[in-house]
């Protein structure tokens, strides 16, 4: 998909929803030898690749899974500490499973309120006057979309850089908050939206923004 | 199209160099803390969109814009960053700043003895070529100004 995800961020800088299009994640699986030829370390309960790149494994990936037993943040599938086990040369031929770790719930709160904060200083060191904070911000692999409303609610579209359409859809998401999140009698105001009509609707614009298709490279 | 301003920091924050053509608009604070809350903001931009990307990243963070201008990042392997804010209509322009680091920085100030690293650049002839290699740039025009 060309969407990557969706969030809803309250005026106070809070995730009030968040929507992930589920593409499977590049991962990629080698048996090692001892000693191990890529520096791992520990950060944020995940053991992650400090130095050393090949066959698909980057720096910054995360060790997912040991002899094809899934991890369990820093522990292995048995309890032992991750770091450990390649220390130990009796446990080689090792086969381990590296891949982009997946955003917890609590980071993503913590990235919506991050962004919260870049918007404003965005706005802040501007050189003209009257601008807003960030719309656009663009990387090589995604570009995001960030639309504000005059009662400070924003919506951020995370999306290909070639992906068009996505003003339009910004727009549409508004329309969709404000019918089934604004008008349902058990929303409170700035509370995680929980309605099942906001969904369906959201998915529904998705689709179609998804047809829009993209154009060129770059821009 | 216009260029309003330029930044140079190190890989330890400290602001080598500032320029500035068409800025309308202070941030307000003074320019020492304006250098830090720029660094600040594009540090956390580079750990967000690390965070934030589903695939990995080669140039990382390229560029931002608002309703009203555009700020283009260019970060070298040695942690040189050049920044630039210019008009929205303005294109990627990774090369330009690129041509800056290397053309520019490498040639008028590393090269320079008498240029400490990891201080603001006082060399005048640095600060006369670059501003004469931006005002030579075709999206430089008083005119959108």
Known sequence: ?219 | MTVHNLYLFDRNGVCLHYSEWHRKKQAGIPKEEEYKLMYGMLFSIRSFVSKMSPLDMKDGFLSFQTSRYKLHYYETPTGIKVVMNTDLGVGPIRDVLHHIYSALYVEFVVKNPLCPLGQTVQSELFRSRLDSYVRSLPFFSARAG
């Not at chain 1, 040991?66 to 991890?71: A, L, Q, R, T």
């Not at chain 1, 982009?100 to 200083?121: D, G, Q, V």
């Not at chain 1, 339009?168 to 929303?187: C, H, M, Q």
Request: hydrophobic fraction near 40%; aromatic fraction near 10%.
């Open chain 1, 1 to 219: 998909m060309a969407i990557f995800s969706v969030y809803v961020v309250n005026k106070a800088g809070g995730l009030i929803y968040q929507w992930d299009s589920y593409s499977p994640r590049a991962e990629a699986e080698k048996t090692f030898s001892y000693p191990l030829d890529l520096l791992l370390k520990l950060h944020d309960e995940r053991v992650l690749v400090a130095f050393g790149q090949r066959d698909g494994i980057r720096v910054g990936h995360a060790v997912l899974a040991i002899n094809g037993m899934d991890v369990n943040g820093k522990y292995t599938a048995d309890g032992k500490e991750v770091l450990e086990y390649p220390g130990n040369s009796a446990n080689y031929p090792v086969s381990i499973r590296f891949g982009r770790p997946r955003l917890t719930s609590n980071e993503k709160l913590m990235l919506a309120s991050m962004f919260h904060s870049l918007f404003a200083i965005g706005s802040q060191l501007s050189p003209e006057q009257g601008s807003s904070g960030i719309e656009m911000l663009e990387t090589d692999t995604f570009k995001l979309h960030c639309f504000q409303t005059l009662t400070g609610i924003k919506f951020v579209v995370l999306a290909d850089p070639r992906q068009a359409g996505i003003d339009s859809l910004l727009r549409k998401i508004y329309e969709i908050y404000s019918d089934f999140a604004l008008k349902n009698p058990f929303y409170s105001l700035e509370m995680p939206i929980r309605c099942e009509l906001f969904d369906q609707n959201l998915k529904l614009a998705l689709e179609v923004a998804e047809k829009a298709g993209t154009f060129g490279p770059g821009s």
